[in-house]
C-alpha cells in the first residue's frame, strides 16, 4: 500500500482537506438542516466524529448541547463514537471530567463540566423518542431500514427545536430511489454532492475524482478503487456495487432481476391518446394489499392505471409502513389512487374509478385469484360485457406475459402515461427465473422483491400489454380482441 495505513493515524492531529474545509465553511453559514453526499472511503465518518468531539470539547462547545450520531445499526453509529474518542485523546480516562459509557447496547460520553454529551445510536424509530439533541449526524441514511427510515426521521426531527439553533446534517451515499428522505435533502439548494454522472466512464481516474473529492489526499483509496475496478470489469454483480458505493450513481449496489430497466422505462413514458378500444388488466390484492388496473390501448401504445386501497389505515400510514413515506397520499393527490371504506380493497370501487376514467374495455384480464369475485363485482355493477380473459401467474402463462410485456415495450409499442403509481410499480417488479430461461413475476420476497412492496399497478399492466400483443394483428380493431375458446365458454 502507498504511504502510511489509515489505521496509523487514528487518534492524531486533524487536517482537514480542501472538500472538509469547503463543507464546514458552507455549515457555518447556512441554518437548518444539510446534506452531504459522497462515494464510500472518503473520510466522512471520521469527519462526522471530529464534528461531535468539538461539539463536547472544542471550538464547537456549547453547555449543555447533546449530540447524537445516528446509523443504520448500532455497531456502525459506535465505530463514529470510538472516533470520536480517539480525537479526544487520553484526556476522557479523567473520571473528575468524563462520564464513559461504551458497552454491546449504549455509547455515551458527558464532559461534566459543561454538561455536554455525545450519544451513538441505531436508526430504530422507537429509540429516539426523549432526545434533545443540538445536533444529529445521520450517517448513510441510505441504507438504513426501509421500512422505519421514515419514522427514524420524524422522531430525530420532532427532537430537533428543544435547543436554540438545533439541526440535523446528513452524510452518506446517494439513494437508488428520489423519494428517499436523504434524495430530498440532496436535491436543496445547500447540499453538497460529489457524484459521477451516468455517462462518465466507470474506470477512468477523472470519473472517480468526481465522486471521491478525497482521492489525491488518499493514496490507499485510489488503491483500493483499481483493485474493486479490475473485479467490477468481470463482474457485473461488482459493477452494480462499483457504481453504487465508489461513483456515488444512485443506482442500486446490487444486481437484482428487475421487470424493466429503469432507462427502458423513462424513455417510453410520453404522452399518447386513448383512441379506439382498450384493453384492461386486473390485479386484485387481499386484506390490506392494493388492486390494480391497468388500461392499454393497442391502437396508439397509451399505457394508464388506478389503484385502490381501504381507508383503515390511511394512505400516510401505509407510506410510513411500508417504508415509501408520502409517496401513496401524492399518488391520490394525482388521482392515480382511489379509497373505499375499510381494510379491503373494494372492487366496486375499482371499477367505478376505472369506468368513470376509460369507460367500457375491448376485453378484460385478470390472473385466476378472486376470478370469482371479479365476476361477481362486474356483475353488480353492470358493468358492460366484455370478453373475460384468465391467467395463470406461474411459469406457464406468466412467463409468456412478462415476453409480451417486454417485446411490446421494447420495440415502441407501448408509451406509458406520466403516473406516479406505475413508475413505482415498475421499480418495485422484479422477476424470478427457471432453469430454462422463464421469467415470471416474483411474489412476495422472491428475486430480491421487498415484501411491502406494491407491484400491483405493473402486474396489471403485463397482463393488458401481453393479451394484446399476443393478439396483435389478428383482428383490426382491439374491440374484437381474440378470446380462446375455452374461455368463451364459460362466459
Not at 453509529?77 to 480517539?86: E, N, W
Not at 419514522?151 to 420532532?158: I, N, P, S
Request: proline share 5%; glycine share 10%; hydrophobic share 45%.
Amino acid at each position: 500500500m502507498t504511504g502510511r495505513a489509515l489505521c496509523d493515524y487514528v487518534g492524531q492531529h486533524l487536517e482537514l482537506i480542501g472538500w472538509e474545509r469547503r463543507f464546514l465553511y458552507r455549515l457555518a453559514r447556512t441554518d437548518g438542516d444539510l446534506a452531504l453526499s459522497l462515494a464510500r472511503g472518503n473520510g466522512k465518518s471520521a469527519l462526522c466524529a471530529a464534528i461531535g468531539a468539538a461539539v463536547l470539547d472544542g471550538p464547537l462547545r456549547v453547555e449543555g448541547a447533546e449530540v447524537i450520531l445516528v446509523a443504520s445499526s448500532f455497531a456502525q453509529a459506535g465505530i463514529m463514537f470510538r472516533d470520536a474518542l480517539a480525537y479526544l485523546g487520553p484526556q476522557v480516562g479523567d473520571r473528575a471530567k468524563w462520564r464513559k459509557r461504551d458497552t454491546t447496547g449504549v455509547a455515551e460520553l458527558e464532559y461534566l463540566p459543561t454538561r455536554t454529551r455525545l450519544k451513538a445510536i441505531g436508526s430504530d424509530p422507537r429509540r429516539m423518542h426523549g432526545l434533545r439533541p443540538l445536533l444529529v449526524l445521520a450517517d448513510e441514511p441510505a441504507q438504513w431500514p426501509p421500512t422505519t427510515s421514515e419514522r427514524a426521521l420524524a422522531a430525530l426531527r420532532t427532537g430537533l427545536g428543544k435547543f436554540p439553533g438545533s439541526r440535523l446534517i446528513a452524510l452518506g451515499t446517494r439513494p437508488e430511489t428520489e423519494d428517499h428522505w436523504f434524495a430530498r435533502m440532496l436535491a436543496e439548494p445547500d447540499a453538497v454532492t460529489f457524484a459521477a454522472r451516468p455517462d462518465d466512464p466507470p474506470f477512468q481516474r477523472r470519473t472517480w475524482r468526481r465522486a471521491n473529492p478525497s482521492l489525491d489526499a488518499f493514496p490507499w483509496l485510489e488503491d483500493r478503487l483499481r483493485i474493486e475496478a479490475k473485479e467490477a470489469k468481470r463482474d457485473p454483480v461488482a459493477l452494480a456495487a462499483f457504481c453504487a458505493l465508489r461513483l456515488n450513481q444512485g443506482v442500486a449496489d446490487t444486481v437484482e432481476s428487475v421487470l424493466l430497466e429503469a432507462g427502458v422505462w423513462r424513455a417510453a413514458v410520453g404522452e399518447a391518446g386513448a383512441a379506439g378500444r382498450y384493453v384492461l388488466g386486473v390485479d386484485l390484492g387481499t386484506t390490506e394489499a392494493m388492486s390494480a388496473a391497468a388500461g392499454y390501448w393497442p391502437d396508439t401504445g397509451r399505457l394508464d392505471a388506478v389503484a385502490c386501497f381501504g381507508d383503515d389505515p390511511s394512505l400516510r400510514n401505509r407510506g410510513l409502513a411500508a417504508g415509501v413515506g408520502r409517496l401513496y397520499v401524492d399518488m391520490a393527490a394525482r388521482e392515480e389512487l382511489v379509497t373505499s371504506p375499510g381494510r379491503v380493497s373494494d372492487l366496486r370501487t375499482l371499477l367505478g374509478a376505472v369506468w368513470d376514467r376509460w369507460g367500457a374495455p375491448a376485453a378484460i384480464v385478470c390472473d385466476r385469484w378472486r376470478e370469482g369475485e371479479l365476476r361477481d363485482a362486474l356483475a353488480a355493477l353492470r358493468f358492460p360485457r366484455a370478453a373475460l380473459v384468465v391467467r395463470g401467474m406461474g411459469y406457464k402463462d406468466g412467463a409468456e406475459d412478462v415476453r409480451g410485456f417486454r417485446r411490446a415495450m421494447l420495440t415502441g409499442h407501448v408509451t406509458p402515461c406520466e403516473s406516479l403509481l406505475l413508475t413505482a410499480a415498475m421499480s418495485e417488479a422484479r422477476v424470478v427465473t427457471d432453469p430454462a430461461g422463464n421469467a415470471k413475476l416474483a411474489k412476495r420476497t422472491e428475486g430480491g422483491r421487498r415484501r411491502a412492496a406494491r407491484d400491483d399497478a405493473a402486474a396489471a399492466a403485463i397482463l393488458a400489454v401481453a393479451l394484446a400483443w399476443r393478439n396483435r394483428g389478428r383482428e383490426a380493431a382491439p374491440a374484437r380482441v381474440h378470446v380462446p375458446d375455452s374461455v368463451a365458454a364459460r362466459m
